[in-house]
């Protein structure tokens, strides 16, 4: 079997001579203990029923609040610009695959969508 250069053959590897950092130890059970310091809790919402939309990441009562902060906080300002910037770059220009796969999508032109 050929290697190539500097590589280790499987042997080697399996009798533990290959350049790499030892394994460390397991794990114990008491690093495992579960802990909450730096989690906010109140920030998760209840997930709302099936067929209730938006339902994934986030439900219908945290909208307004998500709202706010995207229209009220320099974060959300500065990614809202930044989402509008990409989405009319995406759209808009077509020099861009998203943007010629839109306008086949909004023509209907279904053969064109086609590889």
């Not at 809790?41 to 997930?47: F, K, Q, S, T, W």
């Not at 906080?73 to 220009?93: F, I, M, P, Y």
């Amino acid at each position: 079997m050929q290697r190539l250069p500097g590589e280790l053959s499987a042997e080697a590897v399996l009798n533990g001579a290959y350049p790499f950092l030892p394994t460390p130890a397991a794990l114990q059970p008491r690093d495992l203990e579960p802990r909450s310091e730096g989690f906010a809790a109140e920030r998760l919402g209840r997930a709302p029923p099936p067929g209730v939309h938006p339902r994934i990441l986030f439900s219908p009562e945290q909208l307004p609040e998500l709202r706010r902060r995207w229209l009220e906080t320099n974060v959300g300002r500065a990614l809202h610009t930044n989402l509008r910037s990409r989405t009319q770059e995406g759209l808009r220009d077509p020099s861009r695959w998203s943007s010629q796969l839109y306008s086949a999508l909004a023509a209907g032109d279904a053969p064109r969508l086609r590889p």
